[in-house]
Structure formats: structure tokens, C-alpha cells
């Protein structure tokens, strides 16, 4: 669950009252981060089962509570498939090191100071960030005008680039385009999974089957070997160790 979408949906658990109600007053207090608290209980089993009736981004918990204590309702929090931020509020300084151990993302004591919350709060915000599923990925697509006809091609699909005259050559498995960009601005869109072979060409990393040793119009040189269409693009001396290197990464 993203911290960004909405506020922080936060359940108190303390037995005492108005421990609870000090934390409502200083949440109240916009700080990093909006909060919402959305359920209150005085004891583990009572946070159980408010947490079953709605998750919550960040559990603020007591050690010492009547039955289960904090930490080891922590020890069960952590079975869940998306377990909340938890952070300790407890007037007990010396379970910090078991707080952590049960992975709590901070540990404050009593009376708690609103700098202090708003700390917390933010390395919460972090953590649920890091943890939220990163966004796909955009595929870059080279865009061709032939013949009036405006053509999108997935870089997916493009096997090489190589710059002529005064137009860049696009090669799929299935044709060729013509493109008015220049080599540079293409490599630079397309990023590392393009490779420089020449001051002239670029090759996908996936579309390469082998760098060769080839003798061509009566002179030895380097070049890749593009397997889709059964074509080698020399590779320059200046380029090779580079190709060779990018080559052993893919």
C-alpha cells in the first residue's frame, strides 16, 4: 500500500486511555505526512481484530498491554501477507533491541515528543515506498513517418540502427525504416540495452548471437552477428573492448 496515495491509516494500541488520546493530539499535527487513525484498542487481541476488519498502514504499539504484550503481538503481525509499519511507543527504554528484532521501524518512548513522532512518521512514509511495487517499466518507441503513414516500432522489436547518408536505418526481423533522427539522440532514448559497435551503428544487446573475427570487402575486422536476419554490422577497433564487455553483460 503506497504512503502517497492517501493519508497514513493508523491503529493506537495502548491500555491506557489517555496514552492513547496524547497520540491522537499529536497525529493531529499534519508533520511529513497526513494520518488518519482509524481504530483504537487497549490490548493485543482487541488490535487483532481490528486489523481484520480493516488493514492499516502503521500500527503505533504498547510493550506492556494485559495478555499478549506488544512484541509478541508484533511476532504475529509479521505472519501477515502485507504486515503493517509498526513503531513502539512504550515508557520502557530497554526492549529496543528486541523491538527491531521483530523488525519495527522505530522505537519511541514516553512522553513522546512531536519532533520525535514526526521522525518516525517519515521513516514509516519511506518504508512503505520502498516496499509498494515499482512502476512497469516504459518500453521506448521509435516513431517512423512513410509515406504519410505514421508508424510506431517498440524498441523491443528494433535489431539495429545504423546512420547513411543522410538517414538512420531501423532493421526489424520483418523490414527496414528510415528515420530522420540522429544516431545520438537514439542511442541516448534508447538506453543500455542498445549497444555502439561503430561511430555509425547501433545493435539491440538480445538480437546479438556472436562477435567474430570476418574478413570484408578484402579487409579483416570485428562485428556482431545479428541472428534474426542473418546479418553481421562491424564492430570498430575503437569500440571493441566495450562491445565485448557489454556483450559478457547481457
Not at 493531529?28 to 490490548?43: K, Y
Not at 538506453?191 to 570476418?214: D, I, K, M, T, Y
Request: glycine share 4%.
Amino acid at each position: 500500500m503506497s504512503a502517497a496515495a492517501h493519508p497514513l491509516k493508523v491503529l493506537l494500541v495502548d491500555d491506557e486511555p489517555l496514552a492513547r488520546q496524547r497520540l491522537r493530539t499529536l497525529l493531529a499535527d499534519p508533520g511529513p505526512c497526513a494520518t488518519e487513525v482509524v481504530a483504537e484498542a487497549g490490548d493485543a487481541e482487541a488490535a487483532w481484530q481490528a486489523l481484520a476488519a480493516q488493514p492499516v498502514d502503521l500500527v503505533l504499539l504498547d510493550i506492556h498491554m494485559p495478555g499478549l504484550d506488544g512484541l509478541q503481538l508484533a511476532q504475529r503481525l509479521r505472519g501477515l501477507p502485507q504486515p503493517p509499519a509498526l513503531v513502539f511507543v512504550t515508557a520502557h527504554g530497554e526492549y529496543a533491541l528486541a523491538a527491531f528484532d521483530v523488525q519495527a521501524i522505530d522505537y519511541l518512548t514516553k512522553p513522546v515528543r512531536l519532533a520525535r513522532l514526526h521522525e518516525a512518521l517519515g521513516r514509516v512514509q519511506q518504508w512503505l515506498q520502498s516496499r509498494a511495487p515499482a512502476a512497469p517499466a516504459e518500453v521506448p518507441t521509435l516513431v517512423v513517418n512513410e509515406r504519410g503513414r505514421v508508424i510506431r516500432v517498440p524498441a523491443s522489436e528494433v535489431l539495429y540502427l545504423k546512420a547513411e547518408l543522410k538517414y538512420v536505418t531501423l532493421r526489424t526481423a520483418e523490414r527496414s525504416y528510415l528515420l530522420d533522427d540522429s544516431l545520438n539522440d537514439l542511442a541516448q532514448r534508447l538506453g543500455p540495452e542498445f549497444v555502439r559497435v561503430h561511430r555509425n551503428a547501433l545493435v539491440a544487446r538480445h538480437a546479438v548471437r556472436a562477435l567474430a573475427e570476418r574478413v570484408a570487402d578484402g579487409e579483416e575486422g570485428w562485428a556482431v552477428h545479428i541472428a534474426a536476419v542473418d546479418e553481421w554490422v562491424a564492430v570498430s577497433r575503437r569500440q571493441l573492448s566495450a562491445v565485448r564487455e557489454a556483450l559478457a553483460q547481457a
